[in-house]
């Protein structure tokens, strides 16, 4: 066994600089960091992978030094040169803040969920709903963003190291970053990261391509950076000249973006504007277009190359002024000039750069969370000399996996039966267990981040009532209880087929009468199958009178069909408030199968010995007895009401508890509805009831329908 190498200067204690620390704001925390470093580097070492854990450990922390990370970035980065358990050990013994250790914690989980994502995407296709499902399980699964930006900077290590590495594992990492890590880059502006991720994934991936750009550009990164510095400060001396204060910065652009922006725009090399970009923050609006005429001043502008997106901004409200030049040495150069708030919109509101650069379809929770994640990061970069408290972030989603690696989100609370439903409604039917990352558990217990949920199933059978029980909490996502009471009404309606059918049979029985075919009667009575036709009869949808018509017919009389021969041209009322043409001075009675309620359409059917039946234009009784004795209809419309109320009758189907019915109730006494009637039925949970309301009309109608629709535990409210 051999001591690990250290890289400090021989005979002499070693320091921040030795570590390649040279950002001052760790000098109050240099004696801790100091003793991280001097414990790993003696620590004995027995293969090749610790040293590698070593050299990842040290680059890691230099890169974090760089962004100027919290302390404690630094540390947990050095930690990571140890096993797990021996990194809880040292941060005991040292001892290190528990900030540390949650971190240190956080990051082991990140580590374990990443490899079995590398189990999980071998040989497999990308897939941008699964991959985006990765990124915002890895962004959610953590307690501080801190944990995210350490796992970016070791994955820049594992990337410049992957040199050695054979080539398929090399074309894996590689896509892995451009999948997973370089958007999470993105969306937290660790821009540093971002870019070199990107053009080191590029490099392995595409070598010639890399080459040819490089080539391209015909000058090194350091002098690109060189020129990009010079355009800067001429610009800076050109605002301070005109009494302009604004920030001005610059980068040149990556050889990955180049490539991007290329196969985009499909363009050529030579037709790339911004391979070199500066950008000019000011306070106002005017400021931004007084910087944009001392820029075309100070160089030539390039034709067909400006974009005011201040006075017509993008669609997702993105604002700035796009320009391109001749800067120095003729090369172009392109200029964004914007506001201070522009650019706050740009990085944390809906114009965020990760949206506008990804296009991906907008999902507000998740933007709310980033916007945290954004600003925390941006609080930790202003006071990285003092030791905070992260605050926790605000989790309502969580993400678990398939066996099969999909990742599938789901509120938090959420079981396995919901977990169940939300991959298949037919898996969620048939679940009778599940494992939860191999064991077996109770089907009402709740699901954590980064799970593998397998459901364990029966070739045949259904759901449980238990599961609509909110006291046992099987489930918590409204998808699995509507699938689960869709199931059992499906069950119920084969009960109201044979309910339907003997009630049938129970009429015909009574009037001793041959029956037509039951085709021929659903088609009397406006159904088109005959399931549908025997369950509305279970269901009281239609009335016994509308049978013993169907079942015995009424030739029409002589005299009742001179009715319809009008007597005058006028239009008289009736003693119901209804307007019978060419008829006056009739009797009219309301139908009990539709009930009508003005001012809907509406049509008169003669009957024997009671006047005309009013019914509904649209209603399905009336269209079955007309079929055979159309001559029976008269025209009717509505006329100046005398009556108070019309009757009609109101549908309901709630999921069953205790007090349903005096919630509905009170629904009814607030809108001031009279209930005359109330029919209820019971299945297991689910429970339907039929009340025969009087209303005013269809204002009145819209209200109460409503207001019933708010009552907890109704599915479904409707008129009949």
């Not at 039925?681 to 269809?698: C, E, K, P």
Request: hydrophobic share 40%; aromatic share 6%; with cysteine.
């Amino acid at each position: 066994m051999v001591t690990r190498s250290s890289t400090a200067k021989p005979g002499s204690d070693p320091g921040l600089d030795d570590l390649g620390l040279h950002q001052r704001y760790l000098d109050p925390d240099a004696t801790t960091i100091m003793q991280v470093f001097q414990y790993i580097t003696t620590q004995e070492s027995e293969d090749d992978e610790e040293q590698h854990a070593l050299q990842r450990a040290l680059t890691s922390a230099r890169l974090l030094s760089d962004l100027e990370t919290h302390p404690a970035c630094i540390m947990v980065a050095l930690l990571r040169a140890l096993p797990w358990p021996r990194q809880e050990s040292l941060a005991q013994k040292i001892p290190l803040d528990g900030e540390i250790l949650l971190l240190a914690r956080d990051l082991h989980r990140l580590d374990q969920v990443l490899v079995q994502i590398d189990h999980q995407e071998s040989g497999k296709a990308s897939d941008a709903e699964r991959l985006e499902g990765i990124r915002k399980l890895l962004l959610t699964l953590v307690q501080d963003i801190r944990v995210v930006i350490i796992a970016l900077a070791e994955r820049v290590w594992l990337m410049r190291a992957s040199a050695s590495m054979e080539t398929s594992l090399q074309h894996q990492l590689a896509r892995q970053t451009l999948d997973l890590y370089t958007p999470l880059a993105n969306r937290l502006g660790v821009w540093f990261l971002k870019w070199e991720l990107e053009d080191l994934a590029l490099r392995i991936l595409e070598p010639d391509t890399y080459k040819l750009i490089a080539q391209k550009l015909a000058e090194r990164f350091i002098q690109r950076e060189a020129y990009i510095a010079s355009v800067v400060t001429q610009l800076n001396d050109a605002l301070i000249e005109h009494g302009i204060r604004g920030e001005v910065y610059g980068r040149p652009k990556h050889i990955y973006s180049i490539v991007k922006k290329m196969r985009s725009k499909n363009l050529i090399f030579d037709r790339v504007h911004d391979i070199r970009a500066v950008r000019v923050i000011v306070d106002t609006i005017p400021e931004c277009y007084t910087v944009l005429g001392i820029v075309h001043q100070h160089w030539v502008p390039v034709v067909g190359e400006f974009d005011d997106y201040i006075a017509r901004p993008k669609g997702n409200h993105y604002r700035s002024l796009h320009t391109a030049v001749h800067g120095p040495e003729d090369k172009i150069v392109e200029i964004q000039i914007r506001t201070h708030e522009m650019h706050r919109d740009s990085e944390l509101g809906i114009a965020s750069h990760w949206r506008y650069k990804e296009g991906a379809k907008a999902d507000r929770s998740f933007e709310e969370r980033v916007v945290w994640l954004r600003q925390m990061l941006d609080w930790q970069n202003e006071v990285a000399q003092a030791r905070g408290n992260p605050i926790p972030p605000r989790e309502e989603t969580i993400f678990v996996f398939t066996p099969q690696g999909r990742v599938i989100d789901l509120p938090r609370g959420a079981t396995p039966i919901d977990f169940a439903y939300q991959v298949h409604s037919e898996l969620g039917h048939r679940c009778r267990g599940a494992k939860v990352d191999g064991q077996m558990v109770p089907l009402n217990q709740p699901l954590h981040n980064a799970q593998r949920v397998e459901i364990v199933t029966v070739r045949q059978g259904g759901p449980s009532r238990d599961w609509l029980n909110p006291a046992y909490g099987y489930l918590k996502t409204h998808r699995a209880q509507t699938k689960v009471r869709q199931w059992f009404k499906q069950q119920n309606w084969e009960e109201d087929v044979a309910s339907g059918r003997a009630l049938l049979e129970k009429w015909i029985n009574r009037t001793g009468k041959t029956p037509p075919a039951l085709e021929q009667l659903a088609n009397h009575t406006g159904y088109s199958r005959v399931d549908d036709f025997l369950v509305a009869l279970a269901r009281n949808d239609i009335s016994a009178r509308q049978i013993e018509e169907i079942l015995s017919p009424t030739p029409a009389a002589p005299h009742e069909i001179s009715l319809l021969a009008p007597t005058s041209a006028n239009t008289a009322p009736t003693n119901k408030g209804i307007l019978v043409v060419g008829v006056s001075d009739i009797a009219t009675v309301v139908a009990k199968c539709c009930k009508p309620v003005p001012p809907e359409p509406i049509l008169g059917f003669v009957t024997r010995g009671r006047g005309i039946s009013i019914h509904r234009a649209n209603c399905r009784s009336l269209a079955a007895l007309t079929t055979r004795q159309w001559q029976r209809l008269i025209p009717v419309t509505w006329g100046q009401q005398n009556m108070s109320a019309f009757a009609t009758d109101l549908v309901v189907e709630a999921q069953d508890r205790q007090g349903l019915l005096r919630d509905i109730s009170e629904a009814f006494t607030r809108e001031k509805v009279n209930v005359t009637s109330v029919n209820t039925q019971s299945h297991g949970t689910q429970a339907r009831m039929r009340f025969t309301v009087q209303i005013d009309g269809l204002e009145q109608l819209a209200r109460i329908l409503k207001a019933l629709q708010g009552v907890t535990g109704v599915e479904v409210a409707y008129r009949a």
